[in-house]
Nanobody, 123 residues
Framework: QVQLVESGGGLVQAGGSLRLFCAASGRTFSLNTMGWLRQASREGREFVAAISLSSGARYYADAVKGRFTFSRDNAKNTAYLQMNSLKPEDTAVYYC????????????????WGQGTQVTVSS
């Protein structure tokens, strides 16, 4: 089993920045991919970004490309999502996720999920 805990969400004005953290514990050696997905109120869950833990390759949704950066510190079992130039439409609950199975990086299928952290961007 793997446990994921997110932090770093909050309220920010449009154009501002936030950094989200995802701390992983448990059988982290079994993981292949980590990702961030988000869910706005009354919307479905949306893919944001993913990173391959073996190759370091990253994939971003078009909506965040050039503004968000996904990185990880393997020694600390922590992943980060740096979010710059935030827009009101980025408002959502952001979830950290991880999987053991190798899939296409933009696949929304994950084995483990965090509890989510709220990001609110005011206009």
């Amino acid at each position: 089993q793997v446990q994921l805990v997110e932090s770093g969400g909050g309220l920010v004005q449009a154009g501002g920045s936030l950094r989200l953290f995802c701390a992983a514990s448990g059988r982290t050696f079994s993981l292949n991919t980590m990702g961030w997905l988000r869910q706005a109120s009354r919307e479905g869950r949306e893919f944001v970004a993913a990173i391959s833990l073996s190759s370091g390759a990253r994939y971003y949704a078009d909506a965040v490309k050039g503004r968000f950066t996904f990185s990880r510190d393997n020694a600390k079992n922590t992943a980060y999502l740096q979010m710059n130039s935030l827009k009101p439409e980025d408002t959502a609950v952001y979830y950290c996720a991880a999987r053991e199975t190798a899939r296409l990086l933009n696949s929304p299928l994950y084995d483990y999920w965090g509890q989510g952290t709220q990001v609110t961007v005011s206009s």
